[in-house]
């Protein structure tokens, strides 16, 4: 291991939303940079211009500005190893010039074929893909061919030259050894047509003049390795240590997609879950630190990363966990960022001019996301259609007879009662329940029951009525009566 100073990058294709994988790799680079004091870089892979979504760069922008993984360089910060974005990098002629290179030492070379002769090529079947073989013909093409095909404007890619004979070997931190048989890799495309380099010379490339010391990403790239092994090997580079993470996959054990419905930082943000609770998670998606401890902030995962604790097997993404961690959270909030994020989902449900942020602070330790606010005080509009059954509570001794008289005879003393605060309320029904010898759950719940049409409240009864207020209570209290008797 060479002293010199981690580089990590986050390479990004701009091809949509933010999926938690591709986030999940830019955590894991930004932790390793960080963790040692190295630069975190952000580049970004747009070559394959056929992939190219409008606003994809504004996204990814956006969602490393606020999940706080604060790049060090990138198109917009120069750290000296510019032009940040392929398309940029390829006018400079740099893919181009290392393409010739290979060519000169053999281990590139020109094809001219075209589709329909490539359409001829035998197939094979390579890990579930059918995938055609190029069979080496324009390896055989003299100089002067050459020549002749390009001063004629031929179309041509470039390709990398690999021999049909021997083995290639590859190290990943976490997988070990990987060999290869040469004779299974196929001769793959350097430069296409339109003269763009592929993904898969422009990230050696890339990764070696922009000094990086560790690359970090998802192991469908794993194949490819040995491939990319035998460019740094051409050109005499050495490779940077590479990270391949396992698949994220959802409850069904099959590969996390936008059909889950979470599988982008955008579509947990949209269903209310907090930035820094997603971070956590993903952090735990594929990592996990020596003792079972599972909230961190982003600081102490910068502290606590080691790539080498990274685990090989599949990462199931459980939503039911982050639902979990994300009302861990919410309950260490500080109020008045909660409220913020809690309003407008308190508007949704409550029209009615009501304090907004008592209804907040009973919610803010109950819920997981902030969507579930809604359903959890939309009784504050209006009371719901409720069975009477729900007098009829055990632990409370009370039924439907029993609630009726004591709300029968709470009535007028609630009518005459002005103070409608909490704790006033709540002395009076608990002086109420003394004074007739009763345990105080035996009013309260009925009390409950009927202001709230609800088995389960964010707060008691008198914390309901504090917020109605006099004549909502009284009305509901009514209505109790009348559906009791
Ligand atoms: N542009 C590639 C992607 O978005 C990056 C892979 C890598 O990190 O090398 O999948």
Redesign the pocket.
């Known amino acids: 291991m060479s002293t010199a100073k981690i580089r990590t990058r986050y390479?990004?294709?701009p091809t949509g939303k933010m999926h938690v994988g591709?986030l999940r790799?830019a955590l894991y680079e930004f932790l390793i940079a960080k963790h040692d004091g190295g630069d975190f870089m952000l580049r970004i892979?747009d070559t394959d211009q056929e992939r190219f979504v409008e606003g994809a760069i504004d996204i990814i922008y956006r969602t490393l500005e606020k999940t706080g993984l604060k790049h060090d360089e990138g198109p917009d910060k120069d750290g000296g190893y510019g032009p940040y974005i392929q398309s940029e990098r390829m006018k400079t002629g740099i893919y181009m010039k290392y393409a010739k290179e290979l060519i000169e030492k053999g281990e590139a070379y020109y094809c001219f074929c075209d589709k329909e002769r490539l359409a001829t090529l035998k197939t094979e079947v390579v890990e579930g893909k059918e995938i055609s073989l190029y069979d080496k013909h324009c390896l055989g093409l003299s100089k002067e061919e050459i020549e002749a095909n390009l001063a004629a404007g031929k179309p041509f890619v470039i390709r990398q030259n690999i021999p049909n004979e021997g083995s290639t070997t590859f190290t990943d931190e976490l997988y070990g050894d990987i060999t290869v048989e040469n004779s299974e890799m196929d001769d793959m495309i350097l430069i296409k047509s339109d003269g763009y380099p592929t993904?898969n010379f422009a990230?050696v490339v890339d990764d070696h003049t922009m000094n990086i010391t560790h690359?970090v990403?998802g192991n469908e790239?794993l194949s490819s390795s040995p491939k990319y092994q035998r460019l740094y090997d051409a050109f005499g580079w050495q490779s940077p240590v590479y990270v391949h993470l396992p698949l994220i996959t959802d409850e069904n054990h099959k590969k996390l997609s936008k059909r889950s419905g979470h599988s982008s930082f955008e579509d947990l943000i949209d269903q209310g879950f907090v930035t820094e609770a997603v971070v956590n998670y993903i952090a735990l998606l594929g990592w996990s630190p020596e003792d079972n401890r599972e909230i961190f902030t982003l600081d102490e995962l910068i502290k606590e990363f080691d790539y080498h604790r990274i685990s090989k097997s599949p990462a199931v993404f459980d939503i039911v966990k982050l639902r979990w961690m994300n009302g861990e959270y919410i309950k260490a909030m500080d109020f008045d960022r909660f409220y913020e994020m809690a309003e407008p989902y308190l508007k949704k449900a409550i029209t009615k001019d009501l304090d907004l942020k008592k209804i907040a602070a009973m919610v803010k330790t109950r819920i997981e996301v902030f969507p579930d606010i809604c359903e959890m005080v939309d009784f504050f509009e209006e009371l719901p259609e409720y069975d009477t059954e729900m007098y009829v509570h055990k632990k409370m001794k009370t039924d439907k007879d029993s609630s009726l008289a004591v709300l029968k005879d709470l009535k007028p003393v609630l009518e005459a009662h002005d103070d409608y605060t909490n704790d006033s309320l709540y002395e009076l029904l608990q002086g109420y329940a003394a004074e007739h010898e009763y345990k105080n759950g035996f009013v309260l719940w009925p009390v409950r029951t009927a202001v709230s049409g609800k088995q389960m409240t964010p707060a008691g009864a008198t914390e309901i009525m504090e917020i109605i207020g006099k004549e909502e209570t009284l009305a509901r209290i009514d209505k109790a009566i009348e559906m009791l008797s």
Do not use: I
């Open positions: 390479a990004p294709s591709n790799s892979e993904y990230n690359v990403r790239y």
